[in-house]
């Protein structure tokens, strides 16, 4: 039996969207009306994965009225989910469409910060979630003064429970995903930005992506790296096996917010099917390229996957 995707957002938001005739400054800019989602890496993860057919639980803390209103959205959408109350409110953040330029401008808020009570229930819940997890993704940012090494701690506490325990799957970045490279067996998912970071130099074409993926972990201790390259579609880097290019179908872009999300998602949904990691990437590309055809804040649609995962080279 295929066990669900747990998701576990330790920094989620209320994402509100919305569009102007153009960016100004200094004017009152009249805005549409708005949507409201929730979001958050681990939240759009499970949103796409439940889109997807499979079954999720995404785990998040959540607090005040933005919190409650994730919670609502994600039951209403059919999303199992469990909450970790906390005292302060959740953070939200904003994307505005400029019509004019066809540009859009997303600002992200800090979340609050999380007492240590608090954060070790929220690990306490993601660990002992009573289920068989067929994928671990832990996504997004963390919040303020919680230590990068948190990752490395929830792995190891997933081993613990059942060795060798699940695939976990890691998307996030700064110093977490510097620590997150160094958990035994995790999959990564950084970008090509993310990867230069780690390295410290630019990558200038897909050829440097490649020796970088590689020797990345060739000197670290995950299993795989998946790197994101937008539009691009994705490398599928291994230890000990061949690396793998996939192409994205060119499609015009709507709105980036989540397609990067959406990829870990598909990647995930893979995973937990126990389908080969490259074939997992192939539908994360197919989900991914999905979501940017959507206005906003709006995720993929199953169809679009279904007709896109076909054009995947």
Known sequence: MVGPIVTLTLNPSLDLSSAVDRVQPERKLRCAPPTREPGGGGINVARVAKRLGAETVAVLPAGGSTGLAIQQRLTEEGVPNLVIPVDADTRMSLSVQDRSA????????????????????????????????????????????????????????????????????????????????????????????????????????????????????????????????GSGGAFVVQRDEPSVRLRAPTVKVRSAVGAGDSLVAGIAVGISRGEPLVEAARLGVAAGTATVLSEGTNLCRPEDVERLLLLVT
């Open 102 to 229: 066809g540009s859009q401008y997303r600002f992200v808020l800090p979340g609050p910060l999380l007492t240590s009570a608090e954060l070790a229930s929220v690990i306490d819940a993601v660990v002992t979630v009573e289920t068989d997890p067929g994928c671990v993704v832990i996504s997004g940012s963390l919040p303020p003064g919680v230590s990068p090494l948190i990752i490395s701690e929830l792995a190891e506490a997933f081993r613990n429970r059942n060795p060798p325990g699940p695939p976990i799957l890691v998307d996030t970045s700064g110093e977490a995903l510097r620590a997150a490279i160094n958990c035994p067996g995790v999959i990564i998912k950084p970008s090509v930005r993310e990867l230069e970071l780690l390295l410290d130099r630019p990558l200038h074409d897909e050829a440097d992506v490649v020796t970088a993926a590689t020797e990345l972990i060739g000197g670290s201790r995950c299993e795989a790296l998946i790197v994101s390259i």
